[in-house]
């Protein structure tokens, strides 16, 4: 069983900034990605942007410049730095980590957190 917890989320301005963390736990040998998804009312899941555990990064047309992710390996945690925040980025923030729970078995699975809410007031 492998939990995922985001923290961080909260209300800001337009032009604010925000760090969301997501630490993962339980039975883990290795994450292969990490990844951040967002869903406001009414619309689809949106991929935000992805990091490899070699820290390879790709993100979203709508945050590039503005969001940036990072990763700590030794603690199993994700962020995500949200800069000039605009209100269309307001939505519920999603971590998804693949992991790959035993040593001699190469398969992983997908895990979620709960989310964590982002407003951004105009």
């Known amino acids: 069983q492998v939990r995922l917890v985001e923290s961080g989320g909260g209300l800001v301005q337009a032009g604010g900034s925000l760090r969301l963390s997501c630490a993962a736990s339980?039975?883990?040998?290795?994450?292969?990605?990490m990844d951040w998804y967002r869903q406001a009312p009414g619309e689809q899941r949106e991929l935000v942007g992805i990091?490899?555990?070699?820290?390879?990064?790709n993100y979203a047309d709508s945050v590039k410049g503005r969001f940036t992710i990072s990763r700590d390996n030794a603690k199993n945690t994700v962020y995500l730095q949200m800069n000039s925040l605009k209100p269309e980025d307001t939505a519920v923030y999603y971590c998804?980590?693949?992991?790959?729970?035993?040593?001699?078995?190469?398969?992983?699975?997908?895990?979620w957190g709960q989310g964590t809410q982002v407003t951004v007031s105009s």
């Open positions: 990091i490899t555990s070699d820290g390879t990064t």
């Open positions: 998804n980590a693949d992991v790959q729970s035993r040593s001699w078995s190469p398969a992983s699975l997908a895990y």
């Open positions: 339980g039975s883990i040998f290795s994450i292969n990605f």
